[in-house]
């Protein structure tokens, strides 16, 4: 079976028991993605974007609805979805070319048959070498592969784990605030870093972030996540999609995107929709502009007892 | 004098003067309550001479005995392999530990087990070992890997729970099979602080392999101080022990540097 779009989310519910009893966190997700689409999330802390990353990597299960992958339900973790963490996505005891290789290296041979055939694992394992040791150069980092990542600084390692990630050739790349961690200067770096590799692979990116300015430099569409909105109940639980458009201004944007005069203008839009508790829209007003959006509501939200599709 | 100094930087040459102070007050002190007990009496054997203590010293390690042996290094030898058989064993905690801390259900079948085990006294158990396994080789070498065993595991297990979850996502979604994650991830990760740990541990080692010495032995360096205690003999007692501390100082400094060269990756701020 394939499909148009390489991630979907269909009625999607997560709630999580606590002592309080059950919290719904993600309340009624659609989502269609497009291969190559550049998704940037938005929403305001504690609003489950963890969440649904994890629903999409598989280490969580909706507790209703489905999250496809490339027209299959997502089962857990597995090499077709890759992921860069804020920390801790290097593997601190290997260099940086091991890191990037791992997988290569897994894939071909397993635990024991690595000593089974050395011979030939040698020579596979050349050969990823030189693939790594490539596509490390590519990406300004010649002159490390040696190191250890506690050696690197935080914007290195980012880089590493993005290689590490991307040699993989994922389906989707998931990055779950990857650049929260950095100073300005390397942060404005990173981003150009992943736009860059963006351009020469066209991959599917899903980047997780809480700064609204990165969202929108970065993005080609843009989901805002949010628990503040409104709807014919009295009383609602869980966030929604509020924002699911393209962002303007063409994509990957030039630097200048940044000191350009509409950003403020659109800052503050998005900020509107429901970043802020003082701005929760009404669910007949989300701005879900962008073409492939798609929602069900129910009768009992929407007020006058329409449903749209 | 910077005694009370925080900041104080004292020099490389005035570090190892200081540090070998208190060995060299301590020896002071010995020649002179030996001098003065032999100015007493010329044959007291409770504080021995230098010179006896040597020539012990040198009768057990270069003159052969009755049995056509040289006695402290049969006795080395004999104690090395029951520590060392003992130490094989560890490889078993240390495995036990780090799929405890990984899989839940291994978790759930030991981890109670072993917490219970932790805290039975190994050395109350060293009768039932001897009238199970008789007073042979397997009881002493029983009695060391039960003495550490749940600590090694514990360890190793609380290391293993400790590797960030992300560590095990990112190890999936490279390909990796859960054992892959086990032994090509995580196993690596904490083997350095589990070798410091059995490190530290040797010690206890040594304890448990004196005491069943002490018991029941023919051979042995624990068994040869506990059979020339009869005699008074502190010119070998003295030498034994410093002989056994000795060994053990630099195991462990054997252990230290080995873990230091091979571990490179092993610094702060690593991830």
Request: glycine share 8%; charged share 25%.
């Amino acid at each position: 079976m394939s499909s148009d779009f390489i991630l979907e989310f269909h009625d999607v519910y997560k709630s999580y028991d606590d002592l309080s009893g059950t919290k719904l966190v993600l309340n009624d997700i659609d989502l269609q993605v497009r291969k190559g689409e550049f998704i940037t999330l938005l929403g305001p802390s504690g609003c489950g974007k963890s969440t649904m990353l994890r629903l999409i990597l598989g280490s969580e299960k909706p507790s209703k609805g489905t999250v496809m992958i490339d027209g299959l339900p997502a089962e857990g973790p597995s090499r077709d979805r890759g992921i860069v963490y804020q920390k801790y996505s290097l593997f601190p005891h290997l260099t940086v070319l091991d890191n990037v290789i791992f997988g290569l290296d897994l894939e071909q041979f397993s635990q024991f048959s690595r000593y089974l055939q050395p011979a030939k694992y040698r020579r596979e394992r050349k050969k990823h070498q030189e693939r790594g040791a490539a596509m490390l150069e590519r990406m300004g980092l010649g002159h490390a592969l040696y190191k250890y990542p506690h050696q690197l600084s935080g914007g290195m390692r980012q880089r590493v784990a993005i290689a590490q990630a991307m040699i993989m050739e994922p389906k989707i790349l998931l990055m779950d605030e990857p650049f929260g961690a950095l100073d300005d200067n390397s942060r404005t770096d990173m981003q150009l870093f992943i736009l860059e590799q963006w351009e020469r692979t066209h991959m599917t990116v899903f980047f997780v972030t809480h700064d609204l300015v990165e969202a929108l430099f970065l993005g080609s569409r843009l989901l805002v996540l949010s628990q503040y909105y409104t709807t014919a109940k009295d009383h609602n639980e869980g966030s929604k999609i509020v924002t699911d458009r393209e962002v303007p201004g063409g994509f990957p944007k030039p630097t200048s995107f940044k000191n350009s005069p509409h950003l403020k203008e659109l800052l503050n839009e998005v900020r509107r929709s429901g970043l802020d508790p003082e701005f929760a829209r009404h669910i007949t007003e989300f701005d879900l502009s962008h073409r492939d959006a798609m929602r069900t509501v129910t009768p009992e939200e929407w007020g006058n007892g329409q449903k749209e599709q | 004098m910077g005694f009370f100094n925080l900041l104080a930087k004292p020099g490389p040459k005035m570090s190892w003067g200081l540090g070998l102070c208190l060995f060299l007050l301590a020896l002071i002190a010995y020649v002179a309550v030996a001098e003065s007990r032999h100015r007493e009496n010329p044959d007291d054997k409770v504080v021995p001479t230098f010179a006896k203590m040597v020539d012990g010293f040198y009768s057990v390690a270069f003159e052969k005995d009755r049995n056509e042996e040289y006695r402290l290094w049969v006795d080395t030898w004999a104690s090395f392999k029951r520590v060392g058989i003992a130490a094989l064993f560890l490889i078993f905690a240390v495995l036990l530990g780090l799929h405890m801390g990984l899989f839940p259900y291994w978790e759930s079948l030991f981890l109670k087990f072993m917490l219970f085990f932790d805290k039975v006294p190994a050395l109350a158990l060293l009768p039932i070992l001897f009238i199970a396994f008789g007073l042979g080789e397997t009881s002493k070498i029983a009695l060391i890997t039960i003495g550490v065993f749940p600590t090694i595991t514990l360890d190793t297990y609380l290391r293993a729970k400790n590797i960030a979850g992300e560590q095990i996502m990112k190890g999936l979604t490279l390909g990796a099979t859960h054992a892959e994650i086990a032994y090509r991830i995580v196993l690596p990760q904490i083997l350095p602080d589990v070798l410091d740990t059995i490190r530290l541990n040797f010690k206890a080692m040594i304890l448990f392999l004196i005491a069943a010495e002490a018991v029941s032995s023919d051979v042995g360096l624990g068994y040869r101080i506990f059979l020339v205690r009869r005699y008074l003999a502190m010119d070998i007692i003295i030498p034994y022990v410093i002989w056994i501390s000795l060994l053990a100082f630099l195991a462990d400094a054997g252990l230290r540097w080995f873990i230091q060269k091979k571990f490179r990756w092993r610094m702060q701020g690593a991830g």
